[in-house]
């Protein structure tokens, strides 16, 4: 027991330290000033107090209040405030509550679907060990894992959550979890024996980490870092310290919203200087046009629209198993040129699967992917009953007897109780044939040595049914083949070819399988096994595992690419494991890979490079991905990032779009992240772009849409300044009208339009791209005119015609509405003609926008009430044929100048 502190600063310089793993236990114990049988109570307590608790620092956050507050930091939201302010001073409280709702409910969604996005940390924190076995004055105590520090030493089971960062003093058959913490996807043995000093996380077998489970066995551990100073702690802080990125679609939104408002303000100054000093207007007069002119500028429900696209994507994606948490996200999609995705599970099954299998002379290949005992047996390109291959049968048969796991079938669906790899022979032997109760019924199991870190093997001992006994050994080959005298033949047996076999092991490690070598052994007599009986082991043969790629995410890349979309593949699992899964899936070509180690030696140029250069990244940390994640974004690249482990939640929440697996994600990742896959496929991340793409143009054609209305009306208001017109053509409360219908009816309707024809064979949108291009200021300027052209044109002819001011303002809003209503049809597409069946009819959602805006407009014009509340007034049927030839016009007009633009380019 150690009560003897050092110093305060050398103790602060030891508890930082990051070599642990390549320090004997010795070397660890004496730098701590601790020892085998732990600390005394007097120095823990000393030593708490100058550590700190075993806890993740709990930063202070913004309250409910702020949050929603927050939501109203956008310049829309500032001109839809300022237009409220207008509607207010005319005395329009309708209006006015109309507008200040649109806002309120933005701020709701906002708060609702962003405010978790924080508690990542929350549920870091919630990862943490509440309880530990440690070693006080000598004695074992379980303590609250809060109060452990550097020096104690920590018992360990099968089952436990690791309290904290351990160096392992003594191991037996201990194996951990690591998956959450370092993307490796097996469980990983656990041994006190130094590591290299580079090594990187997944390779320090000497460690035990905080946070990650252990899976079997039983280990003692020092600690040697506690809260904040554990790899957990550090991921922590890194999640606390990466700033969320604004999407493409809210820079550009708050950037024409900036825009618009400076515009209007000058337009306002102008035209009001005009009419004042140049037109003799009074003051008040001019004043009143400024009011109708802001308010027909503003487009008030834009935002409302925006929000209900977005939502109807959201809606549209999770039917297709893409769960949104932020509404943004969707558009954002539409944008990304580079896809990092995690392998197991997203672009592979995480279902270990037996694709090779080498006796003697002989290399079979086997069908089927996952736990589905489904595939037969190939070999030299034909099949091959596995009843006529004897070895290949024995095989199968030590395999199963010597593995521990359970082969399931619930509801169709197949699983596996046990460690994977085990799993994978014993899917093998059912593929051969071979049912684990038969089999156990006519050779009972008599003894067994358990697979340990060390001997890196296990053993069983069995009854056969002549009434001797055989020994089935199962381990990874470079051990069991020391342990081997002889290899099975087709004759008989005949004494191993080391070099050989070597050979072929080499050759499946290298492409990409995980090798495990079955021997067995005919034993004299008895009941028991023991080590020192197992030399002079026959080999059966090797078998070839691997985590088999999801074939619809092979597909799903190969549509990425045609879409201008680069796959990168970031995992924790070993180079050679994800080169050769990454060739398999179409990403690298199966040479090259970054590992870790390469990004930690490279500065920042190089990395650069590096990232650009590659595609497959293995052995990647938290800091790693996150270092990927900026290159790629400082070469202007709109990146989605997937993960599952709290490892990856630094780099989601840095990503353009963090996107989390649903089905074997952890919460702190889910909480980072943007969308959440319920089925984890990356073929569901390909749909969600595609989705993201059509959400983005249905955004483009709503804004192309409305902003002419916004434009028609303006020029109305300058026109009667500018031409000194008697009276302002359309009333303030009648451009609230137009605005406000126009939006919920006919705008709405293009949030359903469905993807055009080959929205994926098109390259990404450049990220600096402005939401309205050049062209777009353009379309819009050009239907403004022949709207507003048309709405004067036919008010002065009425005023000409001896109608009242109200009867010609009513022909006026409704020539207005009509040109609209004609313009909707050409907004479905961009630049693609209209004149079709398909553009007239494709749309079911806008012809039934159609026809209730006509209901609206009789209410708006017949009904007595509307004549009181908008100042209208009845029309003779005569008028109809005028407003409908005036929006027939702008169709037409429209579709001639698409065929003009398309023709110039």
């Known amino acids: 027991m150690v009560s003897a502190p050092s110093t305060d600063n050398e103790r602060s310089r030891n508890s930082q330290a990051r070599s642990w793993h390549a320090l004997d236990v010795s070397e660890v114990l004496k730098t701590l000033h601790a020892d085998k049988d732990g600390l005394t109570r007097d120095e823990a307590r000393r030593r708490l107090d100058e550590y700190g608790p075993n806890t993740l620092t709990e930063e202070d ?7 929603f507050l927050s939501q109203f930091n956008n310049t829309l939201i500032y001109v839809l405030l300022v237009a409220s302010a207008f509607t207010a001073f005319l005395g329009e409280w309708v209006d006015t509550g109309v507008i200040l709702a649109v806002v309120v409910i933005n701020a709701l969604i906002g708060f609702i679907q962003e405010g978790k996005a924080e508690q990542a940390m929350e549920s870091i924190r919630g990862m943490l060990s509440p309880k530990a076995t440690v070693l006080r004055d000598g004695e074992e105590r379980e303590l609250p894992a809060s109060e452990l520090v550097p020096g104690d030493v920590v018992l360990l089971r099968s089952g436990d959550r690791v309290p904290a960062d351990l160096r392992v003093i003594t191991a037996r058959n201990a194996q951990a979890e690591e998956a959450a913490l370092t993307g490796e996807s097996e469980p990983v043995g656990k041994e006190p024996h130094t590591v290299e000093e580079d090594a990187s996380l997944g390779d320090r077998t000497n460690m035990a980490y905080s946070s990650t489970v252990i899976t079997n066995g039983r280990l003692r551990g020092v600690v040697v870092a506690t809260g904040s100073e554990t790899e957990i702690g550090r991921i922590s802080e890194m999640v606390s310290r990466v700033e969320s990125l604004s999407t493409p679609l809210l820079s550009k939104v708050d950037a024409f919203g900036r825009v618009l ?34 308010v027909a500028a503003i487009p008030e429900g834009l935002p409302a629209i925006m929000t209900i696209t977005l939502a109807l994507g959201v809606q549209r994606m999770a039917r297709r198993n893409a769960i949104v948490r932020r509404l943004p996200a969707v558009e954002t999609l539409g944008s990304v040129t580079v896809i990092c995705s995690d392998k197991t599970g997203t672009l592979t099954r995480n279902e270990m699967t037996v694709a090779k299998v080498a006796t003697a002379g002989k290399f079979f290949s086997v069908g089927g992917v996952g736990y589905k005992p489904e595939g037969g047996f190939s070999l030299d390109g034909r099949d091959v009953p596995p009843e006529e291959q004897p070895r290949l049968i024995k095989l199968a048969r030590a395999g199963l007897l010597c593995s521990d796991a359970r082969l399931r079938e619930e509801n169709g669906e197949w699983s596996i109780e046990g460690a994977p790899t085990e799993g994978s022979v014993v899917v093998l032997a059912r593929k051969a044939g071979l049912v684990r109760r038969n089999e156990l019924d006519e050779r009972p199991r008599l003894d067994e040595i358990p697979f340990e870190s060390e001997r890196r093997y296990m053993a069983s001992l069995h009854r056969e049914p002549d009434g001797g006994a055989v020994a089935y050994v199962k381990g990874a080959p470079e051990r069991v083949l020391d342990m081997c005298a002889s290899q099975r033949m087709e004759e008989g047996d005949e004494p191993l070819d080391r070099e050989a076999w070597a050979k072929r092991e080499a050759e499946l490690a290298d492409s990409g399988h995980r090798v495990l070598a079955i021997a067995a052994k005919h034993m004299d007599g008895g009941e028991s096994l023991g080590e020192g009986q197992l030399d002079g082991l026959t080999l059966l043969g090797l078998v070839g595992i691997i985590d088999p790629p999801r074939q619809e995410a092979v597909e799903a890349i190969k549509e990425c690419r045609q879409a201008g979309i680069r796959v990168k593949m970031i995992t924790g699992d070993h180079v050679l494991t994800a080169r050769s899964i990454g060739k398999s899936m179409g990403i690298g070509d199966g040479e090259h890979a970054v590992t870790g180690k390469d990004l930690e030696l490279a500065d920042e140029r190089e990395i650069v490079r590096l990232v650009e250069g590659n595609d497959v990244f293995a052995r990647a940390s938290p800091e790693h991905k996150l270092r990927i994640m900026e290159a790629l974004q400082s070469r202007g690249q709109v990146v989605a990032m997937t993960g599952d482990g709290v490892n990856d939640a630094p780099a989601l929440k840095r990503a353009d779009v963090g996107v989390a697996m649903g089905i074997k994600g952890s919460e702190a990742t889910k909480e980072a992240a943007d969308m959440v896959l319920a089925d984890d496929n990356f073929a569901t991340i390909e749909r969600a772009v595609e989705e993201g793409r059509t959400i983005y143009d249905n955004l ?3 804004i192309l849409f409305i902003l002419p209305t916004n434009g028609a009306e303006a020029l ?55 939401i309205i291009s050049r062209f777009l200021v353009w379309r819009i300027a050009f239907v403004s005119v022949l709207i507003a052209t048309s709405a004067i044109l036919l008010f002065n002819r009425c005023l000409e015609a001896d109608a009242s001011i109200e009867a010609a303002r009513t022909v006026a809003v409704n020539t207005l509405v009509a040109g609209q209503l004609f ?72 579709e001639a100048e698409k065929v003009l633009i398309k023709r110039r380019r």
């Open 61 to 67: 956050k913004p309250g409910p209040l702020r949050r």
């Open 261 to 294: 408002s400076l515009a209007i303000v000058l337009l306002a100054a102008v035209v009001f200087a005009l009419g004042y000093f140049l037109r003799d207007f009074t003051a008040t007069e001019m004043f009143m046009v400024v009011v109708s002119l802001a």
């Open 700 to 702: 483009l054609k709503t």
């Open 716 to 770: 109305m208001v300058i026109a009667s300044v500018l031409l000194v017109f008697e009276v302002v053509p359309i009333t303030p409360i009648q451009i609230l009208w137009v605005n406000m219908i126009t939006a919920v009816t006919l705008a709405l309707a293009l949030a359903f339009e469905p993807a055009e024809a080959g929205i994926m064979r098109r390259s990404p949108r450049p990220p600096d791209e402005p």
């Open 823 to 894: 313009y909707l049809f050409n907004s479905r597409f961009l630049d693609r003609t209209s004149l079709s069946l398909k553009g007239l009819l494709g749309n079911g959602k806008a012809l039934l926008a159609a026809g209730l805006l006509v209901v609206f407009q009789l209410v708006f014009t017949y009904l007595p009430l509307s004549h009181t509340l908008f100042g209208t007034r009845s029309l003779p049927a005569m008028e109809w044929t005028w407003i409908v030839a005036a929006g027939l016009a702008v169709f037409l007009f429209v």
